[in-house]
């Protein structure tokens, strides 16, 4: 389905990516429409698939995954079999939160968190190593998070 957004609908995007919560009532008066056409864009919204899922964001560090990891992954072969096998496996590792598919000199970047150092080394000999077509990892940890958002810019 396609839907062509306006100023409304980019202001209702906007403010459900910063309170996925907010009522239709508050939602409403936040863009200034009546509440039952607010709900009518929201189902529409969600449709058209430009709100792909509500989800809780949770602290990452009470939850004791203290660490944030971004791993470089240089694969032996770039062949479409290769590269299916690594990511299906890749989609099994929960500690990986991102996985992209990269140009350049390694072939994927993943994003995961761990708990501390010792927590990497298991999943680095345990997973990361034994991931399908695997030449070479090359790993950085994250000193200090700068800037963190789930929220797309939306002009």
Do not use: W
């Amino acid at each position: 389905m396609s839907l062509n957004i306006d100023h409304f609908d980019k202001k209702i995007l906007s403010i459900l990516q910063k309170d996925g919560r907010i009522s239709n009532v508050e939602l409403a008066e936040a863009v200034h429409l009546s509440e039952s056409a607010c709900l009518r864009r929201v189902r529409a919204l969600e449709e058209a698939g430009f709100i792909e899922k509500f989800v809780t964001l949770l602290d990452q560090k009470k939850v004791g995954l203290t660490d944030t990891v971004f791993v470089h992954i240089v694969l032996k072969r770039e062949e479409k079999s290769e590269l299916l096998a690594f990511e299906n496996a890749v989609k099994s590792i929960p500690e990986i939160l991102e996985c992209y598919l990269m140009t350049g000199e390694f072939d994927y970047l993943l994003h995961l968190v761990v708990a501390n150092m010792a927590d990497f080394e298991r999943l680095h000999n345990d997973a990361l190593t034994q991931l399908p077509g695997v030449a070479r990892v090359n790993s950085s940890f994250a000193i200090r998070t700068v800037q963190k958002t789930t929220e797309l810019p939306l002009k």
